[in-house]
Every structure is written in structure tokens, then in C-alpha cells.
């Protein structure tokens, strides 16, 4: 991680702490179960305390059901958009599983060739971010500063 600033450092080990909690469904407890949303709100609790807004309630499946860019407008809200090409270790990422569809999956990179995400039937892990990922990506955002 060359380069990379004491913010951008911490958002990497925070999200490396939660390697190998399982996946849950809208949970977000280290060590005890989370989702990728999840994920993002742990790490989000783990740098600035309190989370800026409660999560509702979410079927595995909104996406899916037409609700919108229901994952990026929340990120929009609280975290600082970035140019796709210019994401770095730190980010937040999200995908479209389909062109079509909303965004729905969220990951953090944590080095420019790997990112850290949960997803169904695994623990959270750390995964090379290949061209399969890179061709889903369709959103990055940065966590705003800190007062370190």
C-alpha cells in the first residue's frame, strides 16, 4: 500500500479486521455475521463511531425489484464520489450484476489489484479484483477525512 495515507491505511486494516466473519443477511457484527452492506457500516463504525443513518429492512433481492440506485445514493449521501479509474486502496466499491439493474454489491479495495467484500454462502474475504469485478464496477467512493 504505497502511497497510501494514514485514513486510507485505516480503512484497510478496519476492513481486514472483519476477514472470516461469516455472511449474514443486514447484519453487520465483526466476528459474528455481516452482510456487504454490512461490511461497509462496520468499517464505517469502526472509524467514526456511530453510523450516519439506520439501515432499513432489504430483501436479499431489492435490487432486483426496481427500487432504483437505492446502495449508490445512500453512498452519495455519506461518502465522497471518485472517478472509477481512480480508486485506491481504502474505497468503497460498488457493482451491477447485471448492466441493467441497479447497483447491489459493495466492496472495499484494499490494494489496487484486490478488494474485501461478504457475499452469500462465505465468510468475508479478501479476492483478487480481476476483470470479471472490473467489468461490474460501477460506482467508487471515498470515506470522507478524518481528524486524525
Same mark, same amino acid.
Given at each position: 500500500?504505497?502511497?497510501?495515507?494514514?485514513?486510507?491505511?485505516?480503512?484497510?486494516?478496519?476492513?481486514?479486521?472483519?476477514?472470516?466473519?461469516?455472511?449474514?443477511?443486514?447484519?453487520?457484527?465483526?466476528?459474528?455475521?455481516?452482510?456487504?452492506?454490512?461490511?461497509?457500516?462496520?468499517?464505517?463504525?469502526?472509524?467514526?463511531?456511530?453510523?450516519?443513518?439506520?439501515?432499513?429492512?432489504?430483501?436479499?433481492?431489492?435490487?432486483?425489484?426496481?427500487?432504483?440506485?437505492?446502495?449508490?445514493?445512500?453512498? !452519495?449521501?455519506?461518502?465522497?464520489?471518485?472517478?472509477?479509474?481512480?480508486?485506491?486502496?481504502?474505497?468503497?466499491?460498488?457493482?451491477?450484476?447485471?448492466?441493467?439493474?441497479?447497483?447491489?454489491?459493495?466492496?472495499?479495495?484494499?490494494?489496487?489489484?484486490?478488494?474485501?467484500?461478504?457475499?452469500?454462502?462465505?465468510?468475508?474475504?479478501?479476492?483478487?479484483?480481476?476483470?470479471?469485478?472490473?467489468?461490474?464496477?460501477?460506482?467508487?467512493?471515498?470515506?470522507? !477525512?478524518?481528524?486524525?
Amino acid at each position: 500500500m504505497n502511497g497510501t495515507t494514514p485514513l486510507r491505511g485505516r480503512i484497510v486494516t478496519a476492513a481486514r479486521d472483519w476477514l472470516g466473519t461469516p455472511y449474514h443477511h443486514q447484519a453487520s457484527l465483526r466476528g459474528v455475521g455481516c452482510d456487504c452492506l454490512g461490511l461497509v457500516r462496520g468499517v464505517w463504525r469502526d472509524l467514526y463511531g456511530s453510523e450516519p443513518e439506520p439501515t432499513p429492512p432489504y430483501s436479499p433481492y431489492w435490487a432486483e425489484q426496481g427500487h432504483g440506485e437505492t446502495l449508490a445514493q445512500a453512498a !452519495e449521501r455519506h461518502l465522497m464520489p471518485v472517478a472509477i479509474e481512480a480508486a485506491r486502496p481504502g474505497d468503497v466499491l460498488l457493482f451491477r450484476w447485471r448492466a441493467h439493474l441497479p447497483a447491489s454489491h459493495c466492496a472495499i479495495m484494499t490494494e489496487p489489484d484486490r478488494i474485501l467484500h461478504a457475499h452469500d454462502g462465505a465468510s468475508v474475504g479478501e479476492v483478487a479484483f480481476t476483470g470479471w469485478w472490473r467489468r461490474h464496477l460501477s460506482h467508487a467512493f471515498a470515506f470522507p !477525512e478524518l481528524d486524525l
